[in-house]
């Protein structure tokens, strides 16, 4: 076979990498942090006493989770300036990847909350605690305690998720592969060294996860 | 007399069905009131409304002198202590720290003190050993040990057990009922939904018969129970006697 | 400038028609793949076991978009023999549906109890008997209304497709787009016929879900597509 797997080939690429990888983990992390926050509000939504907000809240979720990624982040791109926003590709991508996201957080969020008992509320009422504390003391750290290992999951999801960025020409990490692939013709080498950027990052979620997990949940402290 | 607990007509409604219809009691300090009847009667929610887990919809409560109103519950709460069926032991706090939680959030109190007293307790309900662990390493009757020196440690005036015993396997009833005896003997007040009518006969100083939301008896429980002046308490009581 | 979008339908319908095509070849050859993945995972050598789990932790680590530009672009010039867009796609889908896929078998044949195992054993079936007549028939129970979140999940990843060059339903959507006056509407109808489709997958599998009172959509890791 006339194909010789050298990595010397792309040392002159290296540094766009670091640049490229920044911009995967930045845009990932922001997108974490955005549907957090929208997804708790659609979580939020979804708890509500108004059937019409229920529904709201229900059909995101249905639109995120049973429409491609890549048809929301073209959307959100090409969008704008048929309306007369003007978004760069990292903010269309940042907004379309956060949208997507939390319909994935919301439910997430929305099963954390369902597995606090009723009667955790009602001791912490009887307890005299107020709305504020009973969430600080008593409903949260029992939702974190819930959600963590999905959230973990949906973190890594967002970082693969956010390869689609470069359909819509932001210089991440994908398209860092394909732009030197296609310079260099070194497809192999680019496709491996993508891979461990990806799966360094995912690992390093995994395992961060894990030694969290274990230092913030001592055993037997599960729910009952 | 000095009356701790005053119910005055009070109603509360489901939606259209009246779970307690019009109830008026009295309760002083140092009486021990065992409430019986069917299940559905209204027992239980009228603990609940003391303390403001359910609103009333007719009538007062006063609780040492003040209304139970939306704006004072915060207040009554310090001062009730509350025991449920199902414990309701918060699963990511250690026993002890299931003690301390509300005496230091909502009493602000230092912890030193109020790991004294958390200590105290557990001695008192005889769960020294089990200080560490956490509620799903616990068995029930452990668990509602627990949950009474939960209630204790906020120093409450009033204690409310709604069917404290009802959750639990049979081989742990007694180690609960037996510490609900121990503070039965230091003068405390207390409200007991219950199905134990040997405990109502034995530890209640007063028992109240409840059914279809009415309080249809209200007396000495060895006398009510000898001899029910009413044909509805005396079909209850011969029911879970025998 | 006005536009007769009707007439553009049979051509999205064609399309529409495509991208199902690709994604349940994608599916299908995953699903194999991945029962074959799980039965390593469960193998009696530990080797086996580890390079099963490196199998899965490798596919649910990469992007699969980056697989479908290696299998595009990489693999002709490693091989040097030609691949369509066409199986380019459906060998990246493929391999990322076989390692979800694997761990949904996985979980299945775990379900079954180990004395069903030995029940089996005992009256004389052989290891594959056992699968075919005992084991397989209690587990599909369990793996097929994940297998339904999975081929959801493959029918949106199905769309990356697109930028390597083949004409599914989102390129057939963005050539639409581009020969007439470039609005998003094109890109509007597109989201609109996914999630029609991807909707009424999910229905067709919550009845399975209720038909077979087990189970659960399977959409953590790497679901997002």
Known sequence: MGYTFTLRTIYPYLGTLWQAAGLTLALSLLAIVISIVLGAGIAILRRSHSRLLR????????????????????????????????????????????????????????AGLIAVAPGQFEAAHAQGLTALQTFRYVVFPQVFRTIYAPLGNQVIAVILASSLASAIAVDEVASWMETVGSTSFRFFETFVVAAIVYLVLCQAVNLGRLGIGRMLFRQGAVAR | MNPVLQLDSIVKRFGSRTILDTVSMTVNAGEIVCFVGPSGTGKSTLLRCVNGLEQIQGGQISFEGTAVLPRSIGAVRKRVGMIFQHFNLYPHLTALQNVMLAPMVVHKEAKKTVEERARALFEKVRLSHRINAYPSQLSGGEQQRVAIARALCAQPHLLMFDEPTSALDPETVGDVLGVMRDLAKEGRTMLVVTHEIRFAADVGTRMVFMDQGKIVEDGDPRAMIAAPKTERARQFLSSIHG | MTVDWLAYAPLILRAAGITLWLSWLGMLVGAVGGTGIALLRLSRWRILRLLALVYTEFWRSVPILIVMFFCYFGVPLVLGIDISPFTAATVALALHASSTM????????????????????????????????????????????????????????????????????????????????????????????????????????????????????????????
């Open chain 1, 55 to 110: 529904f709201i809240g229900a059909a995101y979720v249905e639109v995120m989770r049973n429409t491609p990624l890549l048809v929301i982040l073209y959307i959100v791109y090409f969008a704008g300036p048929s309306i007369g926003i003007r978004l760069s590709s990292f903010n269309a991508a940042l907004i379309g990847l956060s949208l997507n996201s939390a319909g994935y957080m919301a439910e997430i969020l929305r």
């Open chain 3, 102 to 225: 694997s761990e949904v078998v996985r979980a299945g044949i775990q379900s079954v109890g180990r004395g069903q195992w030995e029940a089996a054993q005992a009256a004389g079936l052989t290891p594959i008997q056992t699968m075919r007549y005992v084991i397989a028939p209690q587990a599909i129970r369990v793996v097929l209304p994940p297998s339904v979140g999975v081929f959801i999940t493959t029918l949106k990843e199905s769309s990356l497709a697109s930028i390597i060059g083949y004409i599914e339903l989102t390129k057939t959507g963005l050539l639409i787009r581009d020969s007439t006056d470039g609005g998003f509407i094109p890109l509007l109808a597109l989201a609109v016929i996914y999630f029609l489709i991807n909707y009424a997958i999910s229905l067709g599998g919550g009845a399975l879900e209720r038909r077979f009172h087990i189970g659960r959509r399977l959409d953590t890791v790497g679901a997002m597509a």
